[in-house]
């Protein structure tokens, strides 16, 4: 089993994603010609089919979708961090955009509920990759 | 048209075990030989092939080792525990428009040790889909389907205890079964409350054994069924699904991430039958994980959103329950083959064989997982 935390590979449709973490900025892409937003990243825009896109910058505001505390057995690097929460977000300035990162508390754990506020944070695993994670506020 | 034309007629199984000293390949050479037997058909008549694109005992191997003849169909179905009855319709297609007379579908798999799961075999750097959910530490399936049943907890106001029924009601059947992994084992609420958390809401219970072992079902036109052993389960209907918006076992970007593929392959299935719902007998429920049970009785229109859980609580999946469920035991308690057993266990509840039999069983849905792109049949009794 790996040692380190599986780390993204970045490909060219969502270099600009893992710039701006890397810049602490979470941006989200979106079709430059009839600019919906999509995610995950991808090539094509699933409304009109342009290959082109642009990012734009969010605060990273969010809400608490569902989360949960895996256990082990995990691949080494987790289950050294065990109990951990995993939660999916939902984005405050887009219904329906939801990721995946780690929540982390002041408080305890088995406080977190679903629909708490969150904000983001940025964790710095190379020059190349942060990964965003949220903090209830 | 598929309806009605073509019919599983074999059915073949190895011994079950948490491990066999035994090649895949011997084992898949096993499950098969035994189908063909339970058929009456000799090998040399088998023309198509289906597996999963997770098989990894190859056509040619298969096809030499049998002595099967020349072939002139065979497919893959991709997607791991959504491939079984997808592997199953597109032989059964083949067969009903021409192409080929006698398929045979198998699975053998040896996923005993834990070191054969795929998760521990995750890359350093991911490239997939998976890259967004991964390095966060969602890292295994049981994480992922943990993440959609707290969810559906918080929804429909459901706790663990409700949930628990899911894997007691399996077990009880796989005590009936002496086949099963579990058949000695028994499963109480207390058992289930204080068991082992794997991934918080889910605990060791919710998630389907290890184990090794090969299954394999043989198909063909209901016309050359009618001559052979067994009464025949008919295909009756069979449909594909993957939703807008799908993406392999992380769907949560959709609208509504509860509304699975099962969903799309459900509203095929019932539109291309002459049967709804209510009509079915005893249902084989993909439950690589116990959520997917309760998702997949609502995606297949057995009862409202959010209400399955308490329809279970009040024994609907239970021997003596409207709908019968996972009746030998299930990937949870009986063996875990990519669903495979759940085909065979729909083949013996029609032909009226099955260790907990449900009366005069003339109808039985097959479904695959919940949470991949997936794919269901509709098996029926003459
Ligand atoms: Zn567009």
Redesign the interface.
């Known amino acids: 089993m790996i040692k380190s935390i599986p780390i993204p590979g970045i490909e060219d449709f969502d270099k600009p994603y893992w710039e701006n973490c890397s810049k602490q900025k979470l941006s989200i892409q979106h079709c430059a010609d009839c600019k919906a937003p999509r995610f995950p990243p991808r090539h094509m825009c699933p409304k009109c089919q342009s290959l082109n896109h642009e990012w734009n910058i969010v605060s990273g505001d969010a809400i608490l979708w569902s989360f949960v505390v895996p256990r082990p057995p995990l691949l080494p690097v987790f289950e050294n961090q065990s109990p951990y929460v995993v939660g999916l977000v939902e984005l405050i300035e887009y219904k329906n955009i939801r990721i995946i990162g780690e929540i982390k508390s002041k408080s305890d754990i088995d406080s977190i509920k679903i629909g708490d506020t969150l904000s983001v944070r940025f964790k710095k695993i190379n020059n190349e990759i942060s990964l965003p994670y949220w903090v209830r506020e | 048209m598929l309806k009605d034309q073509t019919a599983i007629v074999g059915i073949g199984e190895t011994e079950f075990s948490k491990s066999i000293d035994s090649t895949e390949l011997n084992l898949a050479c096993k499950a098969i030989k035994i189908a063909l037997d339970d058929a009456g058909i000799n090998p040399d008549q088998v023309d198509a092939l289906g597996s999963f694109t997770y098989e990894e005992t190859p056509e040619f191997e298969i096809a030499r080792n049998l002595g099967f003849g020349n072939l002139t169909y065979w497919s893959q179905a991709p997607y791991g525990g959504g491939a079984s009855c997808a592997a199953i319709g597109q032989v059964a297609m083949a067969i009903a428009s021409g192409i080929a007379n006698v398929g045979v579908v198998w699975r053998s798999r040896k996923r005993g040790d ?1 070191s054969s799961r795929m ?9 997939d ?12 399936p049981v ?1 992922e389907s ?3 049943m ?2 559906y907890m ?1 929804q429909y106001n459901y706790d663990r205890k409700d949930l628990a029924s899911v894997s007691i009601a399996l077990r009880k059947y796989a005590n009936c079964n002496e086949r099963a992994l579990m058949h000695h084992k028994s499963l109480t609420l207390e058992d289930y409350m204080n068991a ?7 605990c060791l219970f919710d998630n389907c054994l290890e184990s090794d072992g090969a299954i394999a079902i043989v198909i063909t036109r209901l016309k050359m069924a009618e001559g052979l052993n067994n009464t025949p389960a008919i295909i009756h209907s069979y449909s594909q699904g993957m939703s807008k ?1 799908h ?1 392999l076992m ?1 769907h ?4 509504d ?1 509860l509304e699975s593929s099962s969903y799309v392959t459900a509203s095929n299935l019932w539109s291309l039958s002459d049967y709804s719902p209510k009509d079915v007998d005893v249902a084989q429920i993909y439950d690589a994980f116990s959520p997917m049970i309760p998702f997949s009785l609502e995606a297949y229109d057995f009862c409202p959103k959010g209400e399955s859980l308490k329809l279970i609580n009040e024994g609907l999946i239970d021997v003596d329950g409207d709908l019968p469920v996972n009746t030998s035991g299930g990937s949870l308690s009986e063996v875990y083959l990519h669903g495979m057993n759940l085909v065979t266990e729909g083949v013996k509840q029609i032909r009226g064989l099955a260790n907990a039999q449900i009366r005069n069983a003339k109808l039985a849905l097959v479904t695959t997982c919940d949470a991949t792109p997936n794919a269901a049949i509709l098996l029926k009794g003459e």
């Open positions: 834990p998760w521990s075999h995750t890359n350093e750097h991911i490239f889909h998976w890259k967004w959910s991964r390095p966060s530490g969602l890292v295994r994480d943990s993440m959609l707290r969810r918080y082992r958390m794997i991934s918080d809401p889910l918006e993406q992380t949560y970007h959709s609208d991430p």
